[in-house]
């Protein structure tokens, strides 16, 4: 059995989609989620599903080992990042290389980087009279929004979408994509 630590520091929807795919499957779960919003609606949901959830330190976060220790105590196999917003630091992404994925919400290399993250992004790609935009589900490395691309799917704009209608059919993308690329990663390696 693999085991998925989750990073989620927004409403948690994308890491519902993956915390109820992998529920009845022999090949993974989810057995670790981490958040830096003490507010954020993934604690409600680790909370019903009985997984560990850990408010993450900022300070601890960027300097030592304190969380590259507990992924490891947790014998994880695959972190996803679903909605979270720091950069993941060095340590970390060297303690699990090629085992760190990010879900972002337009096709990168567009609309990405710092301050890049829901309505922000669509406004963007609205302004810029693009007329398709997606998802990419990409490796993480030590910039934003930078690693390599594992999968890109795309969404037609029309004339008279706003941000969150653009959001909406964004995130029909993430929740049938996302699951699923975790699952072809797993599978991959065993
Ligand atoms: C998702 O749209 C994800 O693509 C985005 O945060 C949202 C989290 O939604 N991530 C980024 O913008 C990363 N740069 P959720 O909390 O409902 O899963």
Not at 31 to 52: D, H, V
Not at 59 to 69: I, L, M, P, Q, S
Not at 84 to 110: D, E, M, S, Y
Request: hydrophobic share 45%; net charge negative.
């Amino acid at each position: 059995m693999k085991n998925i630590a989750i990073f989620a520091s927004g409403a948690g929807s994308n890491a519902r989609k993956i915390i109820d795919h992998f529920r009845h499957s022999g090949l993974a779960k989810v057995t670790l989620i981490l958040s830096n919003k003490a507010e954020a609606g993934i604690f409600r949901i680790a909370e019903e599903e009985q997984i560990p959830a850990v408010l993450i330190d900022k300070e601890a976060f960027f300097r030592g080992d304190r969380y590259v220790k507990l992924l490891q105590d947790a014998k994880t196999d695959l972190v996803v990042l679903a909605g979270f917003l720091w950069k993941v630091p060095a340590n970390l992404i060297a303690a699990f290389p090629g085992h760190i994925i990010n879900i972002h919400p337009a096709l990168l290399p567009k609309f990405g980087g710092k301050g890049m993250y829901g309505h922000f992004v669509h406004e963007a790609v609205l302004a810029a009279g693009e007329t398709e935009s997606g998802i990419t589900i990409h490796y993480v490395n030590e910039k934003y929004d930078d690693g390599g691309v594992i999968l890109q799917e795309r969404c037609a704009i029309s004339p008279d979408d706003t941000p969150e209608t653009l959001a909406r059919k964004v995130q029909v993308l993430e929740h049938q994509w996302f699951p699923l690329i975790v699952e072809r990663l797993l599978t991959s390696e065993s």
